[in-house]
Nanobody
């Protein structure tokens, strides 16, 4: 069970930190990821962090602005976003998969949190 928080309305150039709280006491066994879906567009992977905190992040347009991290003691995944742009407006969702599952076959999803960046 995953629950995102931290979204909201922010002006361009601002920052937000999204959190994803997991109820699983075995959170540390899971690979985690952030996805986003903008209006009228397909969901896209923002970045991921595996169970030993190896990060794969992000697209060329995001990598200098976004940071993915996790705190296994708090069962929480984070996405720190800075220098936000209007095109970052989307619903951001976190996802999880057991560490032995390959690829992007995430099986657990949160409902998402809305991020809106005004120009």
């Amino acid at each position: 069970h995953l629950v995102e928080s931290g979204g909201g309305l922010v002006q361009a150039g601002g920052s937000l930190r999204l959190s994803c709280a997991a109820s699983e006491h075995t959170f540390s066994w899971y690979d985690m990821a952030w996805f986003r879906q903008a209006p009228g567009k397909e969901r896209q992977l923002v970045g991921s962090i595996n169970w030993i905190s190896r990060v794969t992040c992000c697209s060329d347009s995001d990598k200098d602005r976004f940071t993915i991290s996790r705190d296994n003691a708090k069962n929480t995944l984070y996405l720190q976003m800075s220098s936000l742009k209007p095109e970052d407006t989307a619903v951001y969702s976190c996802a999880a998969k057991e560490r032995w599952v390959s690829g992007e076959n995430y099986s657990s999803w949160g409902r998402g949190t809305q991020v809106t960046v005004s120009s």
